[in-house]
């Protein structure tokens, strides 16, 4: 059950309703007064007990649901579709932004930067930095707050709309330009900002109505809301919904969070929603989250009562949906690396996670050749790719040294020779779980011959993935090279080095050398807080060969971050049967469960335990 109620921003009809108004005449009509008449009366809840109601006859709806559906005036279901996504996006990949140091950082940004903007150059396809979209949608969901404090800011209200995949993917360049052009000392990147001192603007308490939406995110976040069919359905209930409000104007009614979230789909929409609210109800349609108190004869039970009531009058189909109401506890908190029990720190304890290279030093390349190329591979699998162009070094002297190690604008290649250090920017992509990169250096000159490519730029820097490694700080591991691995599935680290002259697109005197390494060579010793410290990194060296006795060396540095996905801190699942004598668990397992008939006891269910 969602824990919003509803009510107009102006006093709208009540005379109707009042009118109505029935006492009961005799002792029979108070014995009965817990019962249904007749098909034309139902109960209004009364403050002191859930059950107690008086009679009132069932007022006419005032509008069909065809007219009421006529009145909105976007597509639900792919605004529907577009906002699950964004929030699963929140949820999952940058938990970081529930953070509250990083929502007051957000705010910042998002009043003095963000509103202005969109105000003085009006652009609905222009795409916000990932931490102002997310607290300018959190505001949106107090529509009237909302209208009031973007007037006070910025002196008008900024539209805003769901937008897809290709939209942002297509429109994400331009937007980090027009962000940069209209404040170039303020990084589009939230991770690159700075927080500073700052009071906030809007009346609206964002930094709270955020903690909230975790919760109301965590309760949508199962898969049948990404359901098209479910989402039709949620689409025609949030209809029945608004026909409700609009005829019980001056109850308190609350959705179910299968409607609750097309409800916040059409707010995000502010302008469309404004106006169909004024069709439909004469006034903006109101939106208060902050009513969570749960307790028996609270005023979210009692408007769910009368709203059961309503609707059971009202429509055929069933106010309570399976999937659709509350879990029977709010979001779990996020895990973090943090613990002061040094076995959970203990990289020998993951069972999942990914391996990050911020750094390979090649050394000792035992002929001289004028092309190279390095290939890394995990079980088979290539994951990564380096090419180096050496024609014009002395690669067989004993200090030369080939770098790659990421810097702010792509892949960065060092040349070491003796104390002289020269540096080149090649290009580094990493889209689908393997990488290319080409760079070249010289050490006789002040100059380099190398590719230039320039670093892409897409909606994956919008969808980035945030490591969440304590409440306060936010910290993302710098790496050229990123994998997965599974402990239990351990497989072999490959290096493949080639060293070659090329003439005509062929390969000649080509030398070939290779290393391997298990996985529990890679990983550190220890799991810190801090992702990036010495302690959480391991340097690994390898010896690449041949059959003909050649070798080089290599020193590869690397770190693990948790795989989210799965928030496995300790160990594998454990496989046990579910019993009633375990009480805590099975609540828990009946909350969570999308089949509850079949969760009987006896019914095998697997278990991580998270520290």
């Given at each position: ?6 009510e107009?921003?102006k006093?709208?009809e009540?005379?109707?309703q009042?009118?109505n108004?029935?006492?009961p ?5 108070k ?5 249904i008449i007749?098909?034309?009366t139902?109960?209004v ?20 649901h ?6 909105i005036?976007i597509n ?7 906002e ?11 938990p970081v932004l529930?953070?509250?140091i ?15 903007a969109?105000?003085?150059?009006p652009?609905?396809?222009n795409?916000p930095?990932?931490?102002v ?22 002196g ?11 939209e942002?993917?297509q429109?994400?360049?331009q937007?980090?330009?027009a962000w940069?052009?209209f ?15 700052y ?18 995110n965590?309760?949508i976040?199962?898969?049948h809301?990404?359901?098209?069919r479910f ?10 919904f ?9 109850q ?8 609750d979230?097309?409800?916040h ?14 069709a439909?109800?004469?006034?903006l ?10 307790n028996?004869?609270?005023k979210?039970?009692?408007?769910e009562?009368?709203?059961?009531k ?7 189909n069933?106010?309570?949906?399976r999937?659709?109401?509350f879990?029977?506890h709010?979001?779990p ?8 029990d040094?076995s959970?720190?203990?990289?020998s ?5 990914n391996?990050?290279?911020p ?23 290539k ?6 162009q050496?024609?014009?070094k ?20 060092i040349q070491?020779?003796?104390n002289?250090?020269k ?32 670093p892409?730029t ?9 490591i969440?490694?304590?409440?306060s700080?936010?910290?993302?591991i710098?790496?050229?090279?990123k994998?997965p691995?599974?402990r ?11 060293l ?8 000649r ?15 550190p010793?220890?799991?810190s ?7 959480s ?5 390898l ?6 006795g ?6 590869i ?11 496995l ?7 046990q049967?579910?019993?009633?004598e375990d ?10 469960a ?18």
């Amino acid at each position: 059950m969602g824990n919003e109620s509803t009510e107009t921003s102006k006093g709208a009809e009540t005379s109707t309703q009042n009118n109505n108004l029935k006492q009961p005449q005799n002792e029979e009509n108070k014995n009965n007064k817990n019962k249904i008449i007749n098909n034309n009366t139902i109960f209004v809840p009364t403050i002191q007990q859930d059950v107690d109601f008086k009679q009132i006859l069932v007022p006419s709806l005032k509008s069909t649901h065809e007219q009421m559906r006529n009145c909105i005036t976007i597509n639900l279901l792919t605004a529907c579709q577009r906002e699950i996504n964004f929030l699963r996006m929140i949820d999952r990949k940058a938990p970081v932004l529930y953070d509250r140091i990083v929502v007051a950082n957000a705010i910042r940004r998002y009043e003095c930067f963000w509103l202005p903007a969109q105000a003085s150059k009006p652009d609905l396809l222009n795409i916000p930095p990932l931490d102002v979209h997310w607290v300018w949608h959190v505001h949106m969901l107090s529509p009237v707050s909302y209208r009031e404090d973007c007037v006070a800011i910025c002196g008008t209200v900024v539209d805003h709309k769901l937008l897809s995949a290709d939209e942002i993917q297509q429109r994400y360049e331009q937007s980090v330009s027009a962000w940069n052009n209209f404040c170039p000392e303020e990084p589009y990147e939230f991770l690159s900002s700075s927080s500073k001192p700052y009071k906030q603007k809007s009346k609206y308490d964002i930094v709270e109505a955020v903690q909230r939406q975790r919760n109301f995110n965590y309760q949508i976040s199962l898969p049948h809301y990404t359901s098209p069919r479910f989402l039709n359905d949620a689409i025609d209930r949030y209809i029945n919904f608004l026909q409700l409000k609009q005829t019980y104007s001056d109850q308190f009614l609350t959705p179910c969070y299968d409607f609750d979230l097309v409800w916040h789909t059409h707010q995000v929409h502010p302008e469309d929603y404004f106006r169909n609210c004024v069709a439909i109800f004469g006034s903006l349609l109101k939106h208060d989250d902050s009513i969570n108190d749960r307790n028996k004869g609270s005023k979210l039970l009692r408007g769910e009562a009368f709203t059961k009531k309503a609707w059971a009058s009202h429509f055929k189909n069933n106010f309570w949906r399976r999937g659709c109401m509350f879990r029977g506890h709010n979001a779990p908190a996020f895990l973090c690396l943090e613990s002061d029990d040094e076995s959970s720190n203990n990289a020998s304890n993951l069972a999942y996670g990914n391996i990050h290279i911020p750094s390979i030093v090649l050394k000792e390349l035992p002929v001289q050749r004028e092309q190279l190329r390095l290939k890394l591979r995990y079980g088979g699998k290539k994951i990564s790719t380096f090419s180096a162009q050496l024609w014009d070094k002395q690669v067989t002297r004993p200090s030369f040294s080939l770098i790659w190690q990421p810097n702010p604008c792509g892949l960065k290649c060092i040349q070491n020779n003796k104390n002289v250090t020269k540096q080149a920017n090649g290009h580094s992509k990493n889209s689908t779980g393997s990488a290319s990169s080409t760079s070249t250096s010289s050490s006789t000159s002040s100059t380099s011959s190398q590719q230039q490519q320039q670093p892409s730029t897409s909606s994956s820097n919008y969808l980035s993935t945030i490591i969440n490694s304590s409440s306060s700080s936010t910290q993302q591991i710098p790496s050229i090279v990123k994998f997965p691995f599974e402990r239990k599935t351990a497989k072999e680290f490959v290096v493949e080095l080639e060293l070659f002259d090329k003439v005509f697109l062929h390969k000649r005197d080509l030398v070939k050398l290779k290393g391997r390494l298990p996985l529990d060579k890679l990983l550190p010793l220890q799991i810190s807080s801090n992702i990036n410290s010495k302690s959480s990194q391991n340097v690994v060296q390898l010896q690449l060969e041949n059959v003909n006795g050649e070798h080089a060396k290599i020193n590869i540095t690397t770190s693990v971050s948790l795989n989210r996905e799965l928030e496995l801190q300790a160990g594998e699942y454990r496989e046990q049967q579910l019993t009633t004598e375990d009480s805590r668990l099975w609540t828990l397992c009946q909350a969570a469960a999308l089949n509850r008939a079949q969760l009987q006891p006896g019914a095998k269910i697997y278990v991580a335990l998270h520290k």
